[in-house]
């Protein structure tokens, strides 16, 4: 159902002896945190897209490894939570020095999609908040559930299963403004019987928890942190959002 | 990869929490969140009726989660008292995630009840009915370990229920090394992680004591939470049946072993006790004596 408990978390696997773990675990923590730093970059530290572009590539090249994840204590604090702070120290830092690197200068870790992150940028809902933990929480877990999804999708394909994964994204995915239908006009659309969809919603939903949840466990770095985090991104929050669910 | 909205976001976390019952139940709202894990409504289609489901937030690999919360269960199920909600059923969704299903309490949470006007003798009442709970619990070897107004409701006919049995001590074997409560009702043994008894729950009753009291309580009333507080087990009330027997003593304006009470204060004490019958018999002496004087009888 998931990954054993004695699983490594991707941190600890970044200090492996084994070259080509290492390089996986780094790309695995760079694909969860790029688009979080980036956003968090532009909106609390309204820099320009081409300025946070930099200081992104440059975090993730230079000071992560260095600097964030050598001195990272899991007893002291969540990573997220950590390299968030971190982050704020180099962006910091790099104002106060006005350091700016050109873009396409010095070292590409991993080709990083600005284009489609500044693209998202301006579909952001609201205002941002002035939580600034809750901003960076808000972009990781946009990050990390638009892989999950990205995920289901690719199994239901891999299975044949592609009208239940449709049913999924048209019914939990239905973006701002769009209406969302209801089960009855959902089974009338796709020419299936309610308890079909009902069904299909039902498969769909338990594959994504159990993704998310197998990418939460290995972005944490201890069990107690993994139920934290769990608890706080699928603990029911809301009575209103639950009602609103059926 | 597709870009996912805030709503969608929202949309996305509850759906992955909501939990996949079989026929039986079909789940209608969320009635709450704990620590453990959060309470749904749902309909018991089989009786017809509405109860509540605690469902834990996380699939429980190492299993000491599931396993508290299914001790929840079971001592819930010991419980056979109407201040302790009953526990009707219990399992494992198809996802891992431990549940139970209890009756769904409507009421009011006590802390809701302090910001409300009810005056002290409601409040005390209310107070009696949990002590008697507690005290039942304790009698079946059970110290609740986390007493506080959020975990006692009020129901509309004033009857209450004792809720979240999670960190429960079942038995004297059943101690857990970590420090389990709420900061601010623990005494200083529960809260230093060591054995705590009944008396650990004596020390929280005494303070929700002193948060039902009105603002300016009598003395024997401040003296009884003061003593159910006491940082000293040995010098607390030794059961809750003391402390429910002291409570009732002050209630029915009798002198409570917790506080000595100054002549003045005895004679005010009885006077407000036999207040009618004083009165009377005032009346009555006033009476003969006016009648003595004014016409000789």
């Known amino acids: 159902m998931s990954f054993p408990a004695t699983r490594l978390s991707v941190v600890e696997r970044t200090r492996s002896h084994d070259e080509e773990t290492r390089r996986v675990a780094w790309a695995t923590i760079i694909e969860a945190y790029w688009k979080p730093v980036y956003k968090y970059l532009r909106m609390k530290w309204s820099l320009s897209p081409d300025e946070a572009a930099d200081l992104t590539q440059e975090f993730f090249t230079t000071t992560l490894e260095k600097e964030v994840v050598e001195r990272y204590d899991p007893a002291r604090a969540r990573f997220r939570t950590y390299l968030r702070l971190c982050l704020d120290g180099f962006a910091a830092n790099a104002r106060k020095a006005e350091r700016r690197l050109k873009r396409g200068g010095d070292v590409t870790v991993v080709p990083l999609d600005f284009q489609t992150a500044e693209g998202e940028m301006a579909r952001h809902e609201g205002s941002v908040p002035a939580d600034v933990d809750e901003l960076f929480y808000r972009e990781w877990v946009r990050a990390l559930f638009e892989r999950s999804v990205a995920d289901v999708k690719r199994h239901a394909e891999q299975a044949g299963r592609q009208v239940m994964f449709d049913v999924f994204a048209r019914y939990d995915l239905a973006d701002e403004g769009e209406a969302r239908p209801t089960y009855a006009e959902l089974a009338r659309e796709r020419g299936l019987t309610a308890a079909t969809v009902t069904n299909h919603l039902a498969a769909m939903r338990r594959q994504f928890r159990q993704i998310v949840l197998d990418r939460l466990r290995e972005l944490t770095s201890s069990e107690d942190e993994f139920e934290a985090e769990a608890a706080r991104l699928l603990g029911s929050r809301s009575l209103d959002a639950a009602r609103d669910k059926r | ?297």
């Open chain 2, 1 to 297: 990869m597709n870009w996912i909205s805030d709503r969608a976001i929202d949309r996305l976390r509850d759906a992955a929490a909501w939990p996949e019952l079989d026929d039986r139940y079909t789940i209608t709202g969320v009635a709450g969140h704990g620590g453990m894990g959060t309470v749904y409504v749902a309909r018991d289609q089989v009786l017809d009726r509405e109860v509540a489901v605690k469902v834990l937030d996380v699939t429980d690999h190492q299993g000491s989660r599931a396993a508290r919360l299914t001790r929840e269960a079971h001592i819930l199920a010991r419980l056979d008292h109407p201040g302790i909600v009953p526990v009707h059923d219990a399992g494992v969704l198809p996802d891992g995630r431990a549940f139970y299903v209890m009756k769904l309490v409507r009421g009011r949470r006590l802390d809701d009840v302090l910001v409300g006007a009810a005056p002290q003798a409601v409040r005390l009442d209310l107070f009696a009915r949990v002590l008697d709970a507690v005290g039942f619990a304790h009698a079946h070897g059970v110290v609740h370990r986390d007493l506080k107004p959020e975990n006692i409701m009020a129901g509309a006919f004033g009857e209450v229920f004792v809720m979240d049995w999670g960190v429960a001590q079942d038995g004297a074997a059943d101690v857990e090394p970590a420090v389990v409560g709420t900061p601010g009702f623990m005494p200083p043994e529960q809260a230093g992680a060591r054995e705590v008894d009944a008396r650990a729950d004596v020390f929280a009753l005494g303070v929700v004591l002193a948060q039902l009291m009105d603002n300016e309580p009598s003395p024997a009333l401040a003296a009884i939470a003061a003593k159910a507080q006491h940082a000293d087990p040995a010098a607390r009330y030794q059961t809750v049946e003391q402390l429910a027997a002291d409570v009732a003593r002050f209630r029915n304006q009798d002198p409570v072993s917790a506080y000595r009470e100054s002549v003045l204060e005895r004679s005010l004490r009885i006077y407000r006790r036999y207040e009618l019958p004083i009165l009377l018999l005032v009346a009555y002496v006033v009476m003969r004596f006016v009648l003595l004087v004014a016409v000789g009888v």
